[in-house]
DNA sequence: CATGGGATTGACT
DNA sequence: GTCAATCCCATGC
């Protein structure tokens, strides 16, 4: 799911971006907020695939996930970069000064670009406010570099991390692996 | 109820 | 490269 959600779109209220950057979380693994099991922070992982979990990052940053598995199932994919698609004038007024290809290269940056709150928790990402929409047409995937996730502490050897290879729009460290 | 620690970022050296 | 900011929640007593 997180190689398939590369050129997929996220908006909301009329900004979006294109997907090209994603990592995988699964309950199997420690690096999971749902390791232990379900708690009130984890729980809208273990519903109904296709929802948002959001959750805040260090006290400051909020962080963007779409469900994945059947409910009872707790997996997700961190949304962690995207290519500003529209509404960059509004990403602008909420980034600050900083460069184009800066206003959505991490995950709390692309949150904070469209406005992500974290009562956009545990909603449809098919009915918004926070929506995800397939591939623009004729849109087709170039190389995708794989490597270690970021910033964690646990399970630091998994390959999760997946990313449109020499996309100006992924974070820093950018993975290097073939995909 | 108290404590501790982040799936990060930006400013600074 | 270092480091502080600082919310939410998991854990343990």
Redesign the pocket.
Known sequence: MAQDLLGCVVSRQRVSGLIVET?A?HEIEP????Y??R????GT?FGPPGFA?I???????T?L?LVCEPEGSAA?V?I?ALEPRSGLPRMRER????GDH?LC??????A?ALGIL?SDNGRDLRVGPVLVRPRPAGWTPGPVAVGP??????AVDLPWRFALAGHPDV?RPRPRGAG
């Open positions: 990592e979380y690096a999971s907020h749902a232990v099991g708690t009130a922070r984890s992982l979990y959750y805040r990052s260090y006290g400051i940053h962080m996930n997700g961190l962690r980034r600050g000064r900083v800066d290269s991490g995950p709390g940056k692309l904070q974290m996730r970021v910033g964690i502490t646990k974070s």
